[in-house]
């Protein structure tokens, strides 16, 4: 065998070795992926629907009679009437077949309890509305929704589910009336949590989140980076205590959140006094938790700025400051935001501290600043999660997908300033 | 003209394997047995740019600089030539304190410029490379545009007063580097984008635009074709006239054609420092002879 059959032999082995692993890398990416579409398919499926959500039409006859009002009712008459009554009367009159104080609750229940306080505010924005008869949408009750939407299979024994055979009849009517109609569900955006499934939406939630953030970010960005930056750039080389304090924000990296929430519980709200459940005590809890993944990024983004640059400005006459700030940062800040935007966006996906700080409990406001009570967008999930209406199943779902889709939007933002800003020099 | 007596002390036991040997045996048995000895030649001036007197540079442990003195004239061009880990680039970066950011790095010894020493503890690093620029072997353009490029320097130490001024400075400086016709329509163009001689000769017009005393060049065209060498060797000799140059190079045609004097370092030591002409044609030290007949280096 001479040398070129020797290298032709060893090549067909080579080549093979080649293809096989090809292959198990291919199997490997599409399970990968499988489990991806699969997770995200079950979550669409499942969430989706949330979007969409059930309206019924009534005919109210806003009688001032029935509301309890004077002639001249002012702005606290109105408020305190009780519409209510004008709904159920409605519904009686459409359905006198409500007979037994079960049926006549069922038939209460086929609208949402927000649809009094919809009346209400008509009316105060429109006192002229009195005595006259007109149609309004309010919210389907959570179960007409679910129902609508086709979760509820109407040819399962009535003991096994959750709508009677008469509340199917009057749904049939209302249907067959066109007084039901399915609309994009913008309650779900612009309410709180609630008790009533129908109600309740991610606005707190998000809010939360974002207040949340915002504290997180604008304390774990500037004490991370200038961290960085003096560690890498002025802190003594071969410096004991340099190395130590290299250590030991590695391993806090590794250490588990659940930890940062117990310090945060004792430290921030026990001996300082930070507000129970507010966005600030969740965020300097984040931040703890964050610091060391943009200290890291940030460091080696702060490595990769060729020294070259560094002599060049230095040779020129510039002091240290002037070259770390001058030429070090702006040259390390894409490197250094990708690395805060992860960070940011584990943060935000970040439960259990939050769980430990108080910001799991039932808060059906909008927080207006970071000392107001509030919760996260995950902890909302977990909420809802742990509820069992078949309404916060969907809800649960979409809260994940908002979620999902702005933890993606934030690393797809990582990805695109990696991509604009990488090798300049 | 006094010659210190700078006393340089062959270590004998010295590990010799920097010195690289392409000669015969009896070449290599020649070179061991060799005492470096004093410098020979012209090491000091009078009324000198820079005065260097028993400069010893370490790094940690190590000695890379061994007891050298020189001086190096106004307006001269020093060539410094020498075998890869002679010492020179490390000679080089003490003269504008470089060496300053290796944390390991000591030194010692006098160093003056225009009698004033450098490493006095009043001395502002800062100000000291304001007047001792220096040019780099890899070209290291900031990522900015080529104006800004130039304006740094300018804008840092506050050397112009309004944008008109700024304006001609970098012009000027652009003008002098040699590259100004190349670039005068993508001045906003960012520097990293030209070629390596136009990146150079980029490098050198930042470094002119603060007007320094001394530049100090690091093999600057050791990474350029002969074009765009032949165009910073011209640069170079055009610059002398009103600075003051050191320049490294690997190149013993370079160091012959730039050059007023040339000095061989050997080890961290300085050999022989002399006029270029009598160094390359006469040259007075056997081991700068092996080196620019080429039988070692
Ligand atoms: N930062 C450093 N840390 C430790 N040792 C160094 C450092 N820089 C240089 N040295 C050592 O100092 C000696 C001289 O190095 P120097 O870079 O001055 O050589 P040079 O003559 O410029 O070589 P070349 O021609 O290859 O550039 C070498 O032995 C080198 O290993
Ligand atoms: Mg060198």
């Known amino acids: 065998m001479n040398h070129t059959e020797k290298i032709q032999h060893s090549l067909k082995k080579r ?81 006198p077949d409500a007979k037994t104080r079960q049926q006549r609750r069922a038939l209460k229940n086929l609208v949402s309890k927000s649809a009094a306080y919809e009346l209400r505010d008509a009316v105060i924005a429109n006192p002229q509305l009195l005595g ?46 066109g007084r039901l109609k399915q609309g994009f569900n913008t309650t779900f955006f612009t309410n709180s949590d609630s008790r009533e499934p129908e109600q309740a939406g991610i606005r707190g939630a998000f809010t939360g989140s974002m207040l949340t953030m915002l504290v997180t970010l604008s304390l774990a960005f500037p004490i991370g980076v200038l961290a960085a930056l003096y560690l890498e750039e002025f802190a003594p080389q071969n410096n004991r205590w340099v190395d130590l304090i290299e250590i030991n924000i590695n391993n806090l990296a590794a250490v588990p959140s659940i930890v940062f929430g117990l310090l945060g519980l004792a430290v921030f709200i026990g001996f300082f006094g930070v507000p129970r459940s507010a966005p600030l005590a969740g965020g300097l809890v984040l931040t703890l938790m964050t610091l060391p ?46 690395g805060t935007i992860i960070g940011m966006a584990q943060a935000l996906g970040e439960t259990a501290p939050l769980l430990l700080i108080g910001m799991v409990a039932f808060v059906a406001d909008v927080p207006h600043s970071i000392f107001d009570p509030s919760t996260a967008l995950p902890v909302q999930i977990y909420l809802w999660a742990d509820s069992p209406e078949r309404a916060f199943v969907e809800r649960t779902s979409a809260a994940i997908i908002v979620l999902l889709l702005f933890l993606m939007a934030m690393n797809a933002l990582a990805v695109f300033m990696r991509k604009k800003f990488e090798n300049k020099w | ?84 880990g002679c010492g020179k680039s490390t000679f080089l970066r003490c003269l504008n304190r470089m060496n300053d950011t290796i944390p390991i790095c000591r030194v010692e010894g006098s160093f003056l410029l225009d009698g004033e020493d450098i490493y006095d503890r009043r001395q502002d690093p800062v100000l000291l490379r304001s007047r001792v620029g220096m040019v780099f072997q890899k070209p290291n353009p900031f990522p900015k545009s080529i104006y800004d490029n130039v304006a740094y320097g300018v804008r840092l130490h506050g050397l112009a007063k309004n944008r008109a001024e700024l304006d001609e400075i970098v012009e000027k400086s652009l003008r002098r580097a040699g590259l100004f016709n190349e670039v005068k329509d993508d001045l906003h163009k960012p520097g990293t984008g030209l070629s390596g001689g136009q990146q150079q000769r980029l490098c050198i017009a930042r470094t002119i635009a603060i007007d320094p005393e001394v530049i100090l060049m690091d093999e600057p065209t050791s990474a350029l074709d002969p074009i765009a060498t032949a165009l910073i060797e011209e640069l170079i000799t055009e610059l002398s006239e009103k600075y003051t140059i050191a320049i490294v190079t690997h190149s013993m045609q370079q160091a012959a054609r730039v050059s007023n004097r040339t000095a061989y370092f050997h080890m961290g030591k300085l050999v022989e420092v002399n006029d270029t002409d009598s160094v390359f044609t006469t040259p007075q030290h056997p081991l700068t002879e092996n080196y620019i007949t080429g039988r070692f280096g």
């Open chain 1, 15 to 95: 080549h093979a070795r080649e293809k096989r692993f090809r292959l198990y890398g291919l199997l490997s990416v599409s399970i990968s992926i499988l489990f991806l579409l699969s997770l995200l398919g079950d979550i669409g499926f499942k969430g989706m629907p949330a979007f969409w959500q059930t309206k019924v039409k009534l005919d109210i006859h806003l009688d001032p009679e029935r509301l309890g009002l004077g002639p001249n009712p002012d702005q606290d008459d109105l408020f305190q009437a009780n519409y209510q009554r004008l709904i159920a009367d409605t519904l009686t009159r459409m359905f």
């Open chain 1, 132 to 177: 006259q008869t007109r149609p309004f949408w309010f919210l389907a009750k959570d179960d007409v929704d679910v129902y609508m939407k086709g979760r509820i299979d109407r040819n399962l024994p009535e003991s096994q589910r959750r709508i009677k055979d008469y509340q199917l009849a009057w749904i049939d009517t209302l249907k067959s009336q």
């Open chain 1, 293 to 338: 993944t943009i200290i890291i990024t940030s460091r080696a983004a702060i490595k990769a700025v060729p020294n070259s640059i560094r002599e060049a400005a230095l040779a020129l006459g510039a002091s240290k400051t002037q070259v770390a700030f001058g030429h070090v940062l702006p040259l390390s800040l894409p490197g250094i935001l990708t």
């Open chain 2, 1 to 84: 003209m006094t010659l210190d007596k700078t006393a340089l002390v062959v270590d004998n036991n010295n590990n010799s394997t920097e010195v690289n040997l392409t000669g015969s045996a009896s070449d290599t048995a020649d070179m061991l047995d060799m005492t470096i000895g004093e410098t020979v030649g012209k090491a000091l001036l009078e009324d000198a740019k820079l005065n260097v007197r028993h400069a010893n540079v370490f790094y940690g442990d190590k000695q890379a600089i061994h007891d050298i003195s020189l001086d190096i004239g106004k307006n001269e061009v020093l060539a410094m030539i020498g075998p890869s």
